[in-house]
């Protein structure tokens, strides 16, 4: 399977722990996106990466996540001190871009279900 | 910033009838895109419309960008019980997209 990969797909935690998720974007694309979906919602931005580089954040993002993609391959999405409100699915996307193309299509992974206990 | 709305929220549909789904934007989008997203899957992209009052069809899905490129209308044909699952609509702006609340389609046999 040649799609966007995240690990785990499921994860239970206590309030106030740590998480980290993973996401293998498709091999080549550029450009890699978070996104978070609550129920009844659709998916929300939370940042997006070109190649290594975080090009944009929103406001969602609270100082207590934290989103890295090293090598401008795979990416990590952490959160610190998880609160019940952090309980979403996290979706991963990847998309390939050209030159000063504003968007792109996105293909989406599986996302990781958040459960805060 | 970017919000877009779609309506209905909740589409209860007689197999084989036909329905239309409604995406507005509060901005002039560069393009809008559709997607499906089955109860328990992830997001499945369909179609990107990037031209004023463009149209474009899969099979018996009719996609329309309007003229000045702020809504979107997804119709659907003889509605199939494959057809179940929530459809979204998501705004292209400056390089990320902001989606609607989408709309969940259920099927009646």
């Known amino acids: 399977d040649t799609g966007v990969s995240q690990d785990p797909r499921h994860k239970i935690t206590k309030r106030g722990q740590n998480v980290t998720f993973r996401c293998d974007p498709i091999?080549?694309?550029?450009?890699l996106y978070w996104y978070r979906q609550t129920l009844g919602q659709g998916p929300e931005f939370l940042t997006y990466?070109?190649?290594?580089?975080?090009?944009?954040k929103s406001r969602l993002l609270s100082d207590r996540f934290s989103a890295e993609r090293p090598k401008g391959s795979f990416s990590t999405l952490e959160i610190q001190r998880t609160e019940q409100g952090d309980s979403a699915m996290y979706l991963c996307?990847?998309?390939?871009?050209?030159?000063?193309?504003?968007?792109?299509?996105?293909?989406f992974g599986p996302g990781t279900r958040l459960t805060v206990l | 910033g970017q919000q877009v709305m779609q309506i209905p929220q909740y589409q209860h549909v007689q197999e084989g009838e036909d329905f239309t789904t409604y995406c507005n934007s509060s901005?002039?989008?560069?393009?809008i895109q559709w997607y499906k997203q089955r109860p328990g899957g992830h997001p499945v992209f369909l179609i990107q419309?990037?031209?004023?009052?463009e149209v474009k069809k899969q099979k018996r899905l009719t996609f329309q960008f309007g003229e000045a490129k702020k809504n979107s209308s997804l119709h659907i044909t003889a509605t199939q019980t494959t057809d179940v699952g929530t459809y979204f609509c998501?705004?292209?702006?400056?390089?990320?997209?902001?989606f609607g609340a989408g709309t969940t389609v259920t099927v009646r046999a």
């Open positions: 996307a990847s998309s390939l871009a050209w030159g000063g193309t504003n968007t792109d299509t996105q293909y």
């Open positions: 091999s080549e694309h550029n450009r």
């Open positions: 990466f070109q190649n290594e580089a975080q090009l944009e």
């Open positions: 901005t002039t989008l560069s393009n």
């Open positions: 419309l990037v031209k004023s009052g």
């Open positions: 998501a705004g292209a702006g400056d390089y990320k997209l902001s």
